[in-house]
T-cell receptor, first 110, second 112 residues
Framework: RKEVEQDPGPFNVPEGATVAFNCTYSNSASQSFFWYRQDCRKEPKLLMSVYSSGNEDGRFTAQLNRASQYISLLIRDSKLSDSATYLCVVNRPGNTPLVFGKGTRLSVIA | NAGVTQTPKFQVLKTGQSMTLQCAQDMNHEYMSWYRQDPGMGLRLIHYSVGAGITDQGEVPNGYNVSRSTTEDFPLRLLSAAPSQTSVYFC???????????FGQGTRLTVV
């Protein structure tokens, strides 16, 4: 089983739609979880951290289910500018770099 | 703020040539990493460093060397370029605890 697994998509949704991405991770000792966004031909950038209690940032909501080792990202009222690849990211215990999923591609269509 | 700076942005090499990809950060981060990104493969870790003088191998280290003589710099050396090393290379840095990784703009390398 890969450390971080995501549905690669693409998800093609109309403007204004709500879309959800899921991610599973295999290391039960992981403590930190993130969603990164990567635009075409650009570097990844942090979108939001994911907390156990769930957290919201405007139109974006992230959820964590430790028991199922599952992370989600919900985008409401999709905008054209949301078109990007969304990377699920998890830490490993100890002094090792973050582990990145392969990403889920989203295209928001007018 | 400069953040993480990678040079060059684009490079074409011939098979067998060597070169160094430069990475510098001005955020005093202890952690630095090199990734390569290929279509359908996501970001794969090549080498990383948890501080000056300390480096370790990642998932795909073969054909690459690194060193970390200062906190700021983490160059990646391709010893003898091969077409399989055609990729986009990203350097990243983060604080201890790795709350957030900051990436450079990437180097697009083509080996012919």
């Amino acid at each position: 089983r890969k450390e971080v697994e995501q549905d690669p998509g693409p998800f093609n949704v109309p403007e204004g739609a709500t879309v959800a991405f899921n991610c599973t991770y295999s290391n039960s000792a992981s403590q930190s979880f993130f969603w990164y966004r990567q635009d075409c031909r650009k570097e990844p950038k942090l979108l939001m951290s994911v907390y156990s209690s769930g957290n919201e940032d405007g139109r974006f909501t992230a959820q964590l289910n430790r028991a199922s080792q599952y992370i989600s990202l919900l985008i409401r009222d999709s905008k054209l500018s949301d078109s990007a690849t969304y990377l699920c990211v998890v830490n490993r215990p100890g002094n090792t770099p973050l582990v990145f999923g392969k990403g889920t591609r989203l295209s928001v269509i007018a | 703020n400069a953040g993480v700076t990678q040079t060059p942005k684009f490079q074409v090499l011939k098979t067998g040539q060597s070169m160094t990809l430069q990475c510098a950060q001005d955020m005093n981060h202890e952690y630095m990493s090199w990734y390569r990104q290929d279509p359908g493969m996501g970001l794969r870790l090549i080498h990383y460093s948890v501080g000056a003088g300390i480096t370790d191998q990642g998932e795909v280290p073969n054909g690459y060397n690194v060193s970390r003589s200062t906190t700021e710099d983490f160059p990646l050396r391709l010893l003898s370029a091969a077409p399989s090393q055609t990729s986009v290379y990203f350097c990243a840095s983060s604080t201890e605890g790795q709350v957030e990784a900051f990436f450079g703009q990437g180097t697009r390398l083509t080996v012919v």
